[in-house]
Nanobody
Framework: QVQLVESGGGLVQPGVSLKLSCVVSGRTYGSYAMGWFRQAPGNEREFVAGITKGGTITGYANSEKGRFTIARDSAQNTVFLQMNSQKPEDTSVYYC??????????????????WGQGTQVAVAS
C-alpha cells in the first residue's frame, strides 16, 4: 500500500513564497518518479513539476520555470515544491503523485500510479 500525504497549503498574498511537502509511505520510496500537479475549479488537472526517482533530473511547466523548485529527500521519504513569487493564477488544489518502474520525471498525469488527497493553495490580496 502506497500513501501520499500533502501539506503546506494555505492562503497567501501575491509575491509570497510557499513550500509544499508530500510524504510518501510504502515500499521502495526511492523507486518512484514523483510529480506535482494542480487543478483549479472548472479546469483540468495540469502538470506543475516532476522529478526522477534519483532526484537528478527535474522538469517544469513553462509558466513555473524559475519560480517553482521541486526536490526530494529520500531520508524523509518526502518530495517538496518550493513556490516563489506566487500569483493569483497559482490558486489551485495541488496534488503530488508517484509513478513506479519509470526512469523519467513524473510529468504525465495519465501515467502516475498513486495520488495524494491534495492541498489547497489560495493566492489573494
Amino acid at each position: 500500500q502506497v500513501q501520499l500525504v500533502e501539506s503546506g497549503g494555505g492562503l497567501v498574498q501575491p509575491g509570497v513564497s510557499l513550500k509544499l511537502s508530500c510524504v510518501v509511505s510504502g515500499r521502495t520510496y526511492g523507486s518512484y518518479a514523483m510529480g506535482w500537479f494542480r487543478q483549479a475549479p472548472g479546469n483540468e488537472r495540469e502538470f506543475v513539476a516532476g522529478i526522477t526517482k534519483g532526484g537528478t533530473i527535474t522538469g517544469y511547466a513553462n509558466s513555473e520555470k524559475g519560480r517553482f523548485t521541486i526536490a526530494r529527500d529520500s531520508a524523509q521519504n518526502t518530495v517538496f515544491l518550493q513556490m516563489n513569487s506566487q500569483k493569483p493564477e497559482d490558486t489551485s488544489v495541488y496534488y503530488c503523485a508517484a509513478r513506479v518502474r519509470f526512469d523519467g520525471a513524473g510529468t504525465d498525469s495519465s501515467g502516475m500510479d498513486y495520488w495524494g488527497q491534495g492541498t489547497q493553495v489560495a493566492v489573494a490580496s
